[in-house]
């Protein structure tokens, strides 16, 4: 079908006006599979050769904790940037920025706290090839050994026994992310010219919010991003184990946290317990009013604003290959809240969700602390589908969470409010992009790619559409099993070999599509 729809294509060229950098070959010479199969017989080896040292660089990079969610890791974040930035200079990118993005919106305890910068990188600018902007986030998930962790999360393990590579950001998103810097080397030693201008952004707050990205990508939007043809984002993963997917949906994520506040300081229970109103008491009736066991969210007027299923895209689902055994070994469990594979994939992809992550300034650790502590925040976030609107939503949880509080009659005091919000996105899988990239999957791995959606959120991916006016492609790397946010993420040392085969095959491919 993809080969159709890309000959299709070809013969019926029409290109783009150019942008910035203007092409100066208008028409295209059009390539198939087996015109660009002397590249790969050339670049798939050179990759395979390069596995120690592309793993060494992944080794190097999780090895910085960057966790943009830990206020007092913010320099060790910064430390990565730099690092992708030494490694893009001695690839021989140019142009590279380290955008600064200002201080930190509240909530935030340090009040001057610096974002991370953002890592702008060129890589060849060439008029007559096109430009392709790759996006990737090198910060991370907090991670410590006593989550349950087999070793420790900022050391990458390479297990033989498994043939993974185990640490935090291995598949979300450092792998990936240095991914588009071994494509070039991997160009660069093997004698290939390399098919398109690479443009690089990689943020450090994508796991906070991607706070302050959508003011820069909006402000260089018409400088940096100047004549940016399509955009690419691999931060994201398989459905399951075996069958590579594209990715043409994500879903967006609010994220909330409600506080309440009672005493000036944390207490002895044995002196105040049963004569004061414990806030943590209050706090989780307030939680336990969001959602309940099955999954469905109790805010009243949630369920109205979700876009209705459509006879032709159930058909979507039937098709896809997933099971119910896939998710239980995922989740390492069997607590799946749905039997059938439509409804699984339908709670994932296309109906919102509400998970609570945590209390802050609660008792969390080991031991039997007697303590009533004096002001606890508690932390969930609601994933988004279409057509709900961010704001009314925001709405609708603030008034839910203050009269679910004012039931309770309590003397404390109960604030909600939002973190940050990123929008969900759905997109034509059809399109230059897709097809390109279902090519190269066929090359790499032999197999049509499933288009699937996600449950999981890139917040910034509607931003480079919407700004920069182009496609977005989401070419995911690692596997369904792959732990991100979890104990013991992973990537397959395959999946990371492959994965950047596939990047160079799309480029390649897309560089020869007629259309952007
Ligand atoms: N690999 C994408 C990813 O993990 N995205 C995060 C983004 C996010 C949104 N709010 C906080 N983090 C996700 O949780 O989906
Ligand atoms: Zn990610
Ligand atoms: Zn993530």
Same mark, same amino acid.
């Given at each position: 079908?993809?080969?159709n729809?890309i000959?299709?294509?070809?013969?019926?060229?029409?290109?783009?006006?150019?942008?910035?950098?203007?092409?100066?070959?208008?028409?295209?010479?059009?390539?198939?599979?087996?015109?660009l199969? =002397?590249?790969?017989?050339?670049?798939?080896?050179?990759?395979?050769?390069?596995?120690?040292d592309?793993?060494?660089?992944l080794?190097?990079?999780v090895?910085?904790?960057?966790?943009?969610?830990?206020?007092?890791?913010?320099?060790?974040?910064?430390k990565?940037?730099?690092?992708?930035?030494?490694?893009?200079?001695?690839?021989?990118?140019?142009?590279?920025?380290?955008?600064?993005?200002?201080?930190?919106?509240? =909530?935030? @305890?340090?009040?001057?706290?610096?974002?991370?910068?953002?890592?702008?990188?060129?890589?060849?600018?060439?008029?007559?090839?096109?430009?392709?902007?790759?996006?990737?986030?090198?910060?991370?998930?907090?991670?410590?050994?006593e989550?349950?962790?087999?070793?420790?999360?900022?050391?990458l393990?390479?297990?033989?026994?498994?043939?993974?590579?185990?640490?935090?950001g291995?598949?979300?998103?450092?792998?990936?992310?240095?991914?588009?810097?071994?494509?070039?080397?991997a160009?660069?030693?093997?004698?290939?010219?390399?098919?398109?201008?690479?443009?690089t952004?990689?943020?450090?707050m994508?796991?906070?919010?991607?706070?302050?990205?959508?003011?820069?990508?909006?402000?260089?939007?018409? @400088?940096?991003?100047k004549?940016?043809?399509?955009?690419?984002?691999?931060?994201?993963y398989?459905?399951?184990?075996?069958?590579?997917?594209?990715?043409?949906?994500? &879903?967006?994520?609010?994220?909330?946290?409600?506080?309440?506040?009672?005493?000036?300081?944390?207490?002895?229970?044995?002196?105040?317990?049963g004569?004061?109103a414990?806030?943590?008491?209050?706090?989780?009736?307030?939680?336990?009013?969001?959602?309940?066991?099955?999954?469905?969210?109790?805010?009243?007027?949630?369920?109205?604003?979700?876009?209705?299923?459509?006879?032709?895209?159930?058909?979507?689902?039937?098709?896809?290959d997933?099971?119910?055994?896939?998710?239980?070994?995922?989740?390492?469990?069997?607590?799946?809240?749905?039997?059938?594979?439509?409804?699984?994939?339908?709670?994932?992809?296309?109906?919102?969700?509400?998970?609570?992550?945590?209390?802050?300034?609660?008792?969390?650790?080991?031991?039997?602390?007697?303590?009533?502590?004096?002001?606890?925040?508690?932390?969930?976030?609601?994933?988004?589908?279409?057509?709900?609107?961010?704001?009314?939503?925001?709405?609708?949880?603030?008034?839910?969470?203050?009269?679910?509080?004012?039931?309770l009659?309590?003397?404390?005091?109960?604030?909600?409010?939002?973190?940050?919000?990123?929008?969900?996105?759905?997109?034509?899988?059809?399109?230059?992009?897709?097809?390109?990239?279902?090519?190269?999957?066929?090359?790499?791995?032999?197999?049509?790619?499933?288009?699937? &959606?996600?449950?999981?959120?890139?917040?910034?991916?509607?931003?480079?559409?919407?700004?920069?006016?182009?496609?977005?492609?989401?070419?995911?790397?690692?596997?369904?099993?792959?732990?991100?946010?979890?104990?013991n993420?992973?990537?397959?040392?395959?999946?990371?070999?492959?994965?950047?085969?596939?990047?160079?095959?799309?480029?390649?491919?897309?560089a020869?599509?007629?259309?952007?």
């Amino acid at each position: 079908m993809f080969v159709n729809l890309i000959n299709k294509l070809i013969s019926t060229s029409a290109k783009k006006p150019p942008q910035s950098i203007a092409r100066t070959v208008s028409t295209t010479t059009t390539m198939s599979p087996a015109t660009l199969q =002397p590249i790969f017989d050339k670049l798939f080896p050179k990759v395979e050769e390069l596995k120690p040292d592309f793993i060494n660089v992944l080794k190097q990079a999780v090895e910085i904790p960057a966790v943009s969610g830990d206020e007092s890791l913010r320099p060790m974040v910064v430390k990565k940037a730099k690092f992708l930035a030494s490694q893009l200079e001695s690839l021989g990118f140019h142009d590279i920025q380290l955008k600064e993005l200002g201080t930190q919106p509240p =909530p935030v @305890n340090n009040t001057h706290l610096q974002l991370p910068p953002v890592v702008l990188s060129r890589y060849g600018s060439d008029p007559a090839k096109k430009t392709v902007l790759v996006y990737g986030h090198y910060d991370v998930q907090p991670a410590q050994r006593e989550d349950g962790w087999d070793t420790e999360p900022f050391e990458l393990v390479v297990d033989e026994a498994t043939q993974t590579l185990r640490g935090r950001g291995s598949t979300d998103d450092t792998g990936p992310l240095t991914g588009w810097l071994h494509v070039v080397r991997a160009h660069k030693e093997a004698g290939i010219d390399f098919p398109v201008n690479l443009i690089t952004c990689f943020e450090g707050m994508e796991e906070s919010g991607s706070l302050g990205l959508e003011e820069l990508i909006a402000k260089e939007a018409s @400088n940096y991003f100047k004549g940016v043809d399509a955009v690419c984002i691999s931060d994201n993963y398989w459905l399951g184990t075996k069958k590579p997917v594209l990715t043409y949906g994500l &879903r967006g994520c609010n994220y909330y946290q409600v506080t309440v506040s009672g005493p000036k300081a944390d207490l002895h229970s044995g002196v105040f317990g049963g004569i004061i109103a414990e806030p943590m008491v209050d706090l989780v009736q307030v939680l336990s009013g969001l959602v309940d066991s099955k999954g469905k969210i109790l805010i009243d007027g949630i369920d109205e604003m979700v876009a209705p299923v459509t006879e032709k895209e159930k058909e979507i689902y039937e098709k896809i290959d997933f099971s119910l055994e896939e998710l239980n070994e995922a989740s390492g469990s069997n607590t799946a809240l749905y039997t059938s594979k439509e409804d699984i994939l339908m709670h994932r992809w296309r109906y919102p969700s509400l998970s609570v992550h945590g209390v802050e300034g609660a008792f969390y650790g080991q031991g039997a602390k007697t303590v009533i502590p004096a002001k606890v925040s508690g932390k969930f976030s609601i994933r988004t589908v279409p057509d709900m609107d961010s704001e009314k939503l925001t709405k609708l949880v603030v008034d839910h969470c203050n009269k679910s509080f004012a039931k309770l009659g309590s003397p404390n005091t109960c604030h909600a409010e939002l973190i940050h919000d990123g929008a969900y996105w759905v997109s034509d899988p059809f399109n230059a992009q897709f097809s390109a990239a279902a090519e190269a999957t066929k090359v790499v791995y032999g197999v049509e790619p499933d288009l699937t &959606r996600e449950g999981g959120s890139i917040p910034i991916t509607l931003t480079f559409e919407q700004e920069l006016k182009t496609s977005v492609l989401l070419l995911p790397m690692g596997r369904g099993d792959d732990g991100a946010h979890s104990i013991n993420e992973k990537l397959d040392i395959s999946n990371f070999i492959n994965g950047i085969k596939l990047m160079g095959a799309y480029l390649h491919f897309y560089a020869q599509s007629p259309e952007n």
